[in-house]
């Protein structure tokens, strides 16, 4: 079966633009905070959200969302929150999959989550740490439960490992634009088309771009070669500035506006 | 697999524990380094070079020292010491820092980036990075870099730069986290030379060859002095570099029993501690599969212990793996047992040990009452204690406002169990390797 994932590509393919993918961790600045900007995320254009599983140690994370996601687990947030803020954004419509740390999935146990995330109307899974040849179970259980395997490619990724990970993933490839942490920065790196036009040698895949995207001026221009532009922090970014959760909608309301209509612009 | 078979595996396990669960952008480097490294294990130019550093440099081979008035408070057995803290810059960590620097250089990179906790690592990651004409930045914790302000000046003496990491929990754990984090955007030209034997593969195989030196020396050494191989060999385990490095050659003489100590801190019951085989489960960590402090969501929990050295919520793979096979078997010790037994070698033998190492210690004055005399234990003394006089002055009161935080034990005194909450001593939490 074709995942909501999968058909939000094809719909912006069919509208001749890349996708906006809009990331922010769950229960920030509450759990049904997190629900309602996700949501206000796609009513303002993103086509998918990714649901960020808030970890003690995200060592892939910039400071933005190192500080997002300490605010989320010193505010309680654990494992069954993140899956009922899937069933809340995924029920109201918007495709949606998780992006997490591989330890807490080990920790739930890697069948029992896959079962939760399929039972949450959750399309798949994005593991920053974890690449296809440790992802064995993952697999397995992404196989059993009809989700999206989603790895991520670096610019330091040989031809040869971007076969092996694209040929892992399904739904998308996670192209990172620049060899770093997370975070929004002045300019994406001019890497990230190299990387895309490497991976498509060897993918019919959709490719998205992420990392250091902030605004619709960068978003315009990643779009113009890559089939969906992910931004994280600059998000984060507008909830953890505002003075009260009404405040941070408006800023994310806002900012994912902008983005989506720089996808629009972009080709 | 058997205790007696290769590993790790191709893949860097030791059974299941190990491997490489790391992002992919470090993916191409860290194949580079185990091509190069693999190159350079069988290069005996390379070897010669080591060597040539370790006997020239790093004082090696250090001393077997036996340690009679010690040991009457062990039963009665014979303990030979290990003597790692008569290494250069003070503890085994100079053996593996020279031979990862060694390793930078002939991966043509021009920069070495480590973390640290209490300083010893990072220490002696400037120190060899002064000698090579390497860059060189530390990642530790805030709290620890006021808490160690001395290491923090020595490695600034020695050229290296000293990052203060204000994230997490502000701990070992997160200076590895930041230096992971650097190594992610520098991995071009830099290489990042992890303390002890944890880290996505080939680090915990690496390092581990590079600290076996410790124990390949010993076992000639007690044959030697005893004439016989010890019943027992003793070390303290945070990371676990200095016990893998004095295990690692004893492993195929299954007579002799391993033992590694960890950091209980202040008992089970108040969760304040670093007992990770002994209290922990397997789990993921800083790129690798290992026992871990975690909660059921899988978050890393918060450490403690007096050494901070041994205050980190992983291990080694390695000895998640001993573990498993029986091989090697671990106990917590508390740190007023360890306290006791640091002041026990000061003033038995004259000599001050590290924190870390008087874990080590105190196992052996339990494990010495149990083989009882005519038994032979060998114990890694990992490094000195120059660095914990501030903290052991205190927990003595010897420092501060007079008031002892513990009596002086007399020497026939067993120590006191857990609850040794000094009140300026037990809080030395966060650290480092």
């Known amino acids: 079966m074709v995942s909501a994932v999968s058909a939000a590509f094809e719909k912006a393919a069919a509208e001749q633009r890349a996708a906006l993918i809009g990331y922010l961790p769950a229960g920030l600045p509450s759990v049904d905070g997190a629900i309602e900007a996700a949501i206000a995320i796609a009513e303002a254009g993103a086509d998918i959200i990714e649901i960020g599983l808030p970890y003690s140690d995200p060592l892939m994370d910039g400071p933005v969302i190192q500080e997002a996601v300490h605010r989320a687990l010193t505010g ?7 899956l009922d803020t899937v069933r809340a954004v995924a029920g109201a419509g918007i495709p949606t999959l998780i992006m997490t740390y591989w330890n807490p999935v080990e920790q739930h146990g890697v069948g029992t989550f ?5 039972d949450a109307g959750g399309s798949g899974l994005i593991t920053p740490d974890l690449t296809p040849e440790e992802a064995g179970p993952w697999l397995a259980a992404a196989a059993s439960y009809d989700l999206d395997p989603v790895f991520l490619v670096a610019p330091s990724s040989s031809d040869e490992r971007i076969g092996l990970i694209t040929s892992a993933c399904r739904g998308f490839v996670y192209a990172a634009s620049l060899m770093g942490t997370t975070g929004a920065r002045e300019s994406v790196g001019s890497e990230a088309e190299g990387l895309v036009r490497r991976v498509r040698a060897h993918t019919s895949l959709p490719v998205a771009v992420g990392l250091g995207v902030r605004d619709g001026k960068q978003a315009a221009a990643v779009a113009a070669f890559a089939d969906g532009v992910i931004v994280g922090s600059a998000l984060v970014q507008r909830l953890l500035a505002a003075d009260s959760p009404t405040a941070g909608l408006a800023g994310v309301r806002e900012l994912a506006s902008e983005l989506a209509s720089g996808v629009r612009a972009g080709r | 697999m058997t205790a ?24 191409s480097a860290l194949a580079e380094l185990t091509a190069a490294y693999a190159e350079a294990r069988a290069d005996p130019a390379f070897q010669a070079e080591l060597a040539a550093l370790l006997t020239g440099y790093a004082g090696r081979p250090t001393l077997l ?9 062990a039963g009665g057995c014979r303990v030979f010491l290990k003597r790692e803290d008569m290494a250069h810059t003070g503890s085994h960590k100079i053996n593996n820092v020279l031979g990862q620097a060694l390793l930078t250089k002939r991966l043509g990179k021009r920069r070495v980036i480590a973390e640290t906790g209490a300083g010893q690592h990072g220490v002696a990651t400037a120190t060899a990075a002064a000698l090579l004409g390497l860059d060189c930045v530390v990642y530790m914790g805030e709290e620890d870099t006021r808490r160690q302000a001395l290491n923090v000046a020595r490695m600034k003496m020695l050229g290296a730069e000293v990052v203060p990491v204000t994230t997490g929990s502000r701990t070992l754990k997160d200076a590895m986290n930041e230096a992971f984090r ?29 600290q076996r030196v410790i124990g390949v020396e010993a076992r000639e050494q007690i044959m030697q002095a005893a004439g016989r191989l010890p019943d027992a060999v003793v070390a303290c385990v945070g990371g676990g570099s200095n016990a893998i490095g004095i295990f690692h050659a004893f492993i195929p003489d299954a007579d002799v029993a391993l033992l590694g100590c960890e950091a209980g801190g202040d008992g089970r019951e108040t969760g304040r501690n670093a007992a990770t085989l002994t209290f922990g489960s397997a789990g993921v960590l800083h790129g690798m599969r290992t026992y871990i402090l975690q909660d059921a969501d899988g978050q890393t929990l918060q450490t403690h212990s007096i050494s901070a050295g041994l205050d980190y919520p992983g291990v080694g793979p390695e000895h998640a793996w001993l573990k498993e096979t029986g091989r090697a078997s671990y106990r917590p010790v508390s740190d007023s047992e360890a306290m006791h037994a640091f002041s026990v070698l000061c003033r038995t033998e004259g000599i001050i040990p590290a924190i870390e190492s008087s874990h080590a210690l105190a196992g052996a004055l339990q494990l010495g009452r149990e083989l009882g005399p005519g038994g032979v234990l060998l114990v890694n003394l990992s490094g000195r204690g120059d660095k914990d006089v501030d903290i052991a002055g205190r927990w003595f009161g010897h420092l501060g406002n007079g008031s002892p935080a513990q009596d002086l034990p007399s020497l026939t005194d067993s120590p006191s169990t857990g609850g040794g909450t000094a009140g300026t001593g037990g809080g030395t939490a966060g650290a480092a390797w």
């Open chain 2, 182 to 210: 650097n190594w992610v955007s520098t991995v071009e030209y830099t290489h990042y030379c992890i303390g002890s034997v944890g880290g996505p593969h080939p680090f915990p195989m690496m390092v581990r060859d590079f």
């Open chain 2, 4 to 27: 007696g078979a290769a590993v790790p595996d191709a893949a860097g396990y030791f059974g299941s524990y190990g491997g490489r669960l790391a992002p992919e952008a470090l993916m």
């Open chain 1, 76 to 82: 309680g947030t654990h494992v069954a929150d993140v």
């Open chain 1, 114 to 118: 896959a079962r939760e995330l399929a």
């Open chain 2, 65 to 73: 020292t036996e340690v009679p008035r010690f040991a009457a408070q």
